[in-house]
């Protein structure tokens, strides 16, 4: 999901940071026949949190107020104190100062919603609705307002007021492509992936001042939604331009090995399952993937490595009922070929 920090009232609109989380969602996927056990494939979907965090620079006059900066004493000096707390990551800090900027002029809107921010990166989702209500009440064309209430009520499972806010945001400001972004996540949850893809090709067509991995993440984001409606090669397509533009991308690797995976390609799926792991060691599902795709090679005991090890890093991750479920798998493989592996 995207949000942002306001600028002061008489700044315009501009970008200068951004951040993406981690979150992840699992997926089950299944691949097998009637006369093997199934086997557990399962799709790491990004679209659980994705967070691009808009800071909002200081004013263009703070040079010109140095001593109210550091000892601020009118609204507009705490609202400069707390955006560059925010920015620092002092979110207490940035909490008490848009405070006291209210506090001194109740009609501070940008105050309002910075404070939005603030609550929503500390997961005060209740806080952040009632602080961006407030900001447009006092400024109805704060889009950074509707952008953030929308993702407040997003968490808080209230999907309807979260669309209506990105459609608000969408239009005071209709080449930002945070708000597309943000309702093709509602529509993936929806399971409406048609709707969900068009809503991340417009939010494509507008990113041009958005990093590398921001456009990366959208990519793998329509590419799974291609891949829940069985479009295997345009998933293949998306994952393949999300690899290209950031290729730390170990979500991207690990989709695209999935859907390899299905088609039975899966050398090339374990060459995808190795970059994924490359960049991100402690995925264990993508070492439980590959040592499936090297069983169907025929590379029994690389394959049984493989799903070993997958099982005690699930196991240390504290994912007990997928580990037993990889241990059984292992169990199953060692009666049918008789090698000996130690679980």
């Known amino acids: 999901m995207f949000d942002g920090l306001s600028f002061d009232e008489n700044e315009r609109f501009a970008e200068n940071e951004s951040y993406c989380s981690q979150g ?37 006059d703070a040079e010109t107020t140095e001593f109210s900066t550091v000892f601020p004493i009118s609204a507009r000096d705490f609202f400069r104190s ?77 999907e309807e007021a979260a669309i209506a806010d990105y459609q608000a945001a969408t239009r005071l400001h209709p080449t930002d492509a945070r ?8 529509e993936f949850d929806r399971k409406n992936y048609l709707n969900a893809i068009t809503e991340f090709t417009l939010a494509l067509r507008q990113t041009f001042a958005y990093e590398r991995s921001t456009l990366a993440r959208i990519y793998t984001d329509r590419g799974l939604s291609y891949a829940q409606l069985g479009n295997e ?20 690797y690990y989709n695209r090995a999935l859907t390899y995976q299905k088609q039975q390609r899966y050398e090339d799926a374990i060459a995808d399952f190795t970059r994924s792991l490359q ?60 090698t000996p592996v130690t679980v």
């Open 279 to 338: 960049h991100q060691p402690d995925l264990a599902l993508a070492r439980v993937n590959r040592g499936l795709a090297r069983d169907r090679l025929g590379q029994h005991q690389g394959a049984l490595e493989d799903l070993q090890r997958g099982a005690e890093s699930l196991a240390q991750q504290g994912q007990t009922l997928a580990a037993e479920r990889v241990k059984t798998l292992i169990f199953q493989l060692r009666q049918n070929r008789s």
């Open 233 to 252: 090669e345009s998933a293949i397509a998306d994952f393949t331009c999300s690899v290209r533009l950031f290729p730390d991308n170990a979500s991207a």
């Open 179 to 186: 708000p597309y972004y943000n309702r093709g996540l509602v």
């Open 24 to 60: 992840l969602r699992l997926v089950a996927r299944y691949f097998g026949n009637a006369n093997r056990p199934k086997l557990i494939g399962v799709a790491i979907a990004s679209l659980c949190l994705i967070l691009v965090l808009a800071i909002a620079p200081l004013p263009s």
């Open 82 to 158: 707390g955006t560059r707390a925010a920015q620092l990551g002092n979110l207490e800090g940035a909490i008490a100062d848009f405070t006291r900027a209210i506090e001194l002029d109740s009609h501070f809107s940008n105050a309002y919603s910075n404070r939005c921010w603030v609550y929503l990166n500390q997961f005060a989702y209740t806080e952040a609705r009632q602080d961006c209500t407030s900001a447009l009440q006092q400024s109805p064309n704060n889009g950074e307002a509707y952008l953030n209430r929308g993702l407040a009520a997003y968490h808080q499972g209230d």
